[in-house]
C-alpha cells in the first residue's frame, strides 16, 4: 500500500512538473523579459496593448508652460508616476557615456538605459505619451510623433511574425539623464530597435537632438490600433525623387565609388564624419532640384516640435549651398544596397535600403541622422 502511494505521488510530481515547464515555455505576447543595463527588467503590459495607448494622442496636462519650461514640467509630472524603485531606474546622472547607449538592435540584443516601456501602467504610460508629445511634432502621418508610433507598430509585428520577445514596444527605454531642469545640462532618450531619439538641454535651450536613428522593418504597411502606417517610406521615397531628379552628368557626380551594405555613422561612430565631402555640391544645383534636398532633410528635421525644428532648419537652409548629397547603387532607392548621403557643414543624414532580417529577402531601411557641431548637444 505504502509502495502505491509513493508511486501515485510521484506520478503527481512530474505531471505538475511537466506543466510547469510547459508554461514556462509557451510564448506570449504578454510577457517578455529583456535585458537592460540593470539586470532583467519583466514586461507586464503587451506590446500591442502600449502602441495602442500611446496612439490616442489627447493629453491632460497641468503643464501650462511654453519651451524647455513646459518640458520640464512633463517629464517631473511622468517622473511623479514612478515609484521609488522604478524613478530610480529612470533617472540617471548626466554624463556623454549614458547619452551614448543607444543601438539600432533590439534591447535584449544591445542592453539600453532607463525604464522600459512594458514596464509602465496606463496612467504612467498616458504621461509618458504627454511628455512624447510635447517634444515631437503632430498632426502629420508617419511624421514626428505619428512616425514614433508607426514604428512601434512595426516592431509589434516584427514580435507576432516569428522575432519573439526581444521585439515589440514594450523593449523601448526611456531615461532622464541629469536632472530636468531650465538652468542645468540634462537630456531625454529614448531610445528602441529603430528608433532613438535624444534631446539635449542646457541653460533652458535645446542644444541637440541627434544622434537620432530611424529604420523600420517591414518597410510595408502595419495596421495597429485602427490605423495603417508605414513609418519610414515617405523618407525612402523624398530620397529617390532627389536623386532621380538629377541630370545623367550630376548623377555621375553624385555617384560614390564604393557599395554600402550599412550607415557609416551608425551606433558606435561617434565624431568619424570623413575628413573630406564627397559627392555632388547642392549650391551647384538648380533652384527646384535644391528644393528636393531640403525636401528630404525636413522629413528628419519636422519630427520635432515647431519651435526647435523651425530652428535647426534654419540653420540647415542657411548652409544648403555648402551642403553635399552622394549615393551608392541605383538612384531610386527601392533595391537592396541603395543606399544615400547629405552631408553639410551641420547636417549629416545617412539612408541605406538593406537585406531584412525577421523578414527575408525583403529590404528594409536604416538611418541616421546626426550634426557636425551638436551630436548630444555639442558636448
Known amino acids: 500500500m505504502k509502495r502505491n502511494i509513493l508511486v501515485t505521488s510521484i506520478a503527481l510530481a ?54 524647455v519650461a513646459q518640458i520640464v514640467c512633463l517629464a517631473e509630472a511622468f517622473k511623479a508616476t514612478l515609484t521609488t524603485t522604478q524613478l530610480a531606474t529612470a533617472q540617471l546622472t548626466y554624463s556623454k557615456t549614458n547619452a551614448q547607449k543607444w543601438s539600432n538592435l533590439p534591447a535584449g540584443l544591445s542592453a539600453r538605459i532607463g ?16 511628455l512624447m508629445v510635447g517634444l515631437l511634432a503632430l498632426g502629420t502621418t508617419n511624421e514626428g510623433y505619428d512616425e514614433m508610433i508607426g514604428n512601434l507598430a512595426a516592431d509589434d509585428y516584427l514580435n507576432t511574425i516569428g522575432g519573439g520577445s526581444d521585439y515589440g514596444a514594450g523593449n523601448y527605454y526611456l531615461s532622464f539623464l541629469g536632472t530636468p531642469s531650465t538652468t542645468g545640462l540634462w537630456s531625454i532618450l ?37 490605423r495603417t502606417y508605414q513609418a519610414f517610406e515617405q523618407e525612402r521615397v523624398a530620397f529617390g525623387a532627389m536623386l532621380t531628379g538629377l541630370s545623367t552628368s550630376e548623377q555621375t557626380t553624385a555617384k560614390l565609388s564604393g557599395t554600402y551594405t550599412d550607415l557609416v555613422l551608425g551606433p558606435g561612430q561617434d565624431g568619424k564624419f570623413p575628413a573630406t565631402k564627397v559627392g555632388l555640391q547642392v549650391g551647384s544645383l538648380s533652384s527646384d532640384k535644391q528644393a528636393l534636398v531640403l525636401s528630404a532633410i525636413k522629413l528628419y528635421v519636422n519630427d520635432l516640435e515647431a519651435t526647435t525644428a523651425a530652428t535647426v532648419l534654419t540653420k540647415y537652409t542657411s548652409e544648403l549651398a555648402s551642403t553635399y548629397i552622394s549615393y551608392s547603387g541605383t538612384t531610386a532607392m527601392a533595391s537592396q544596397g541603395d543606399y544615400v548621403r547629405i552631408d553639410g557643414p551641420s547636417v549629416w543624414i545617412e539612408f541605406s535600403y538593406q537585406g531584412g532580417v525577421i523578414i527575408k529577402n525583403t529590404p528594409h531601411s536604416h538611418s541616421v541622422w546626426r550634426d557636425h557641431t551638436s551630436d548630444y548637444g555639442g558636448n
Open 115 to 130: 525604464i522600459n516601456l512594458g514596464s509602465l501602467s496606463s496612467t504612467q504610460l498616458a504621461a509618458f505619451r504627454n
Open 190 to 226: 529614448f531610445t528602441g530597435h529603430h528608433y532613438t531619439q535624444p534631446f539635449t538641454f542646457n541653460a533652458g535651450a535645446v542644444t541637440g537632438v541627434t544622434p537620432a536613428f530611424r529604420g523600420t522593418e517591414p518597410q510595408a504597411a502595419v495596421t495597429a490600433a485602427n
Open 14 to 67: 512530474l505531471i505538475f512538473s511537466g506543466l510547469a515547464i510547459l508554461e514556462a515555455c509557451k510564448s506570449t505576447d504578454d510577457t517578455v523579459t529583456p535585458t537592460s543595463t540593470s539586470g532583467t527588467t519583466t514586461t507586464t503590459t503587451s506590446s500591442s496593448a502600449i502602441t495602442t495607448t500611446l496612439s490616442a494622442t489627447a493629453t491632460t496636462t497641468t503643464c501650462a508652460s511654453t519651451g
